[in-house]
């Protein structure tokens, strides 16, 4: 145990997610350790991440606008949305150049365990976004875990009325994984093979 701010400062650290004890300890002697301008830099953009960004009103990715780049883009296909769990699993997608249609962000995925079930996600907002009959194709990205598919399951059943194809990314996806530390190969190939959950009828 440290004194006063030095250890106030590894307590913080240690919150985030992957960083132990002994991890928040080397980064907080590091920061002790740096030149004072390039901490102060540091703190201010965290203050100013904070406060400048936002959730896009349209899909619910991060984004410093009221919408996102993405959805602001006249290129994309509005036909086909893809279903994440989080804004950094729209980065991974995106990173593959697979998928040119839109996104939606379900703020996590139903974990009872957890007490998270359908309505504490994006779930209202995505089936009002299918009212129009533009989207044609679902993709059901949710992470290959337990969650992840419960969360796919409930969706599929309940997109059944909306007259969309429903799809999910191919199995090439290790099973308890996270598209974020998925590679760009595995990913993209993923996306291109994905597999149909549901076709709507004529």
């Known amino acids: 145990m440290y004194e006063g701010p030095i250890q106030d400062l590894i307590d913080e650290l240690s919150r985030l997610p992957g960083i132990g004890p002994r991890g928040a300890s080397r980064i907080a002697f590091y920061l002790l350790d740096a030149p004072e301008e390039d901490v102060f830099a540091l703190a201010d953009t965290l203050r100013r991440v904070k406060e400048s960004s936002r959730v896009c009103e349209v899909c619910f990715n ?20 893809c279903v994440v769990e989080e804004s950094k699993d729209v ?21 009872p365990i957890d007490g998270r079930g359908p309505a504490d996600l994006h779930t209202r907002e995505l089936f009002q976004r299918l009212a129009d009959g533009e989207v044609q194709e679902v993709i059901l990205a949710t992470d290959p875990d337990t969650q992840g598919e419960a969360t796919a399951s409930y969706l599929s059943r309940m997109l059944r009325d909306f007259g969309v194809r429903v799809t999910r990314p191919a199995s090439g996806l290790p099973v308890g ?3 974020e530390y998925a590679d760009q190969v595995t990913l993209g190939r993923a996306f291109e093979g994905r597999r149909l959950m549901f076709e709507p009828t004529a």
């Open 91 to 111: 980065v991974a997608i995106e990173r593959t150049n697979e998928f040119r249609g839109l996104y939606h962000v379900l703020g996590g995925s139903i974990s």
């Open 62 to 81: 991060v984004s410093q606008e009221e919408r996102c780049r993405i959805c602001r883009d006249p290129r994309r296909d509005r036909s086909q949305l």
């Open 177 to 179: 994984g996270d598209l």
